[in-house]
């Protein structure tokens, strides 16, 4: 199994692009979920996913957009990229809602001149 | 508002010396607290999950223990190799779909 991936790793973007986040999981899992890490402060919920066509909001969830077509992808949208994107975004995904354990890929780095 | 809130920022610990990291949070229902363990340009790794209070997970040479208001992470004689960040989050009653981080502790063991 390879988890879950992320696509790029890294990626430098000017304000006003539009670029996809891709992310998928061979794990079968109905849960998927997007999140930013920032300096000082904790993992935040940007986008989730309870199953192939239906997604929700998190906390964070301005400037991004998301759909789940399959079980296995869920790719996280920018629309008009914005210097307060550049972020670290991690998917992550589980069995279920009420699945303890979170398996999350390695992330991919978002700069945005 | 939920909050978790990790004791200290950072720590700095000779190869072998144990100590604890703190987790301490506020929620109006706890359904489960996690503990991540996550090294340098790499996503959150999976240690444990603690549902109620008193109740204790081990693994190597990690401990975490959980109260009604902190979880602790005990790290016993500690091997450079355990140098990361450890992240602890929670999970509220019928907040299945949010799981709200603390901004973690960045571990360094020194041999």
């Known amino acids: 199994n390879a988890g879950v991936t992320q696509t790029p790793k890294f990626q430098v973007l000017k304000t006003g692009q539009s670029m996809t986040l891709q992310c998928a999981q061979d794990?079968?899992?109905?849960?998927m979920s997007w999140y930013r890490q920032d300096p000082g402060m904790g993992l935040r919920l940007i986008h989730y996913?309870?199953?192939?066509?239906?997604?929700d909001q998190g906390e964070v969830p301005n400037g991004y957009n998301v759909s789940r077509s399959t079980t296995e992808d869920f790719p996280l949208r920018l629309l008009s990229a914005a210097p307060s994107q550049t972020s670290v975004y991690f998917c992550?995904?589980?069995?279920?809602?009420?699945?303890?354990?979170?398996?999350f890929g390695p992330g991919t780095r978002l700069t945005v001149l | 508002e939920d909050q978790v809130t990790q004791s200290p920022e950072a720590l700095r610990l000779q190869e072998g010396e144990s100590s604890s990291l703190n987790c301490s949070y506020t929620v109006s229902g706890l359904r489960g607290l996690f503990w991540y363990r996550q090294d340098p340009g790499k996503g959150p790794e999976f240690l444990f999950t603690?549902?109620?209070a008193g109740e204790e997970k081990e693994k190597e040479r990690l401990k975490a223990t959980l109260t009604k208001k902190e979880s602790f992470l005990h790290i016993t004689a500690p091997k450079p190799e355990d140098s990361a960040t450890y992240l602890c989050?929670?999970?509220?009653?019928?907040?299945?779909?949010?799981?709200?981080f603390g901004t973690g502790t960045k571990l360094q063991v020194i041999p």
């Open positions: 603690l549902y109620s």
């Open positions: 992550a995904s589980r069995i279920g809602l009420a699945g303890n354990e979170q398996f």
């Open positions: 794990m079968n899992h109905e849960y």
């Open positions: 996913s309870v199953g192939a066509g239906i997604t």
């Open positions: 989050a929670v999970q509220v009653v019928g907040g299945y779909q949010k799981v709200t």
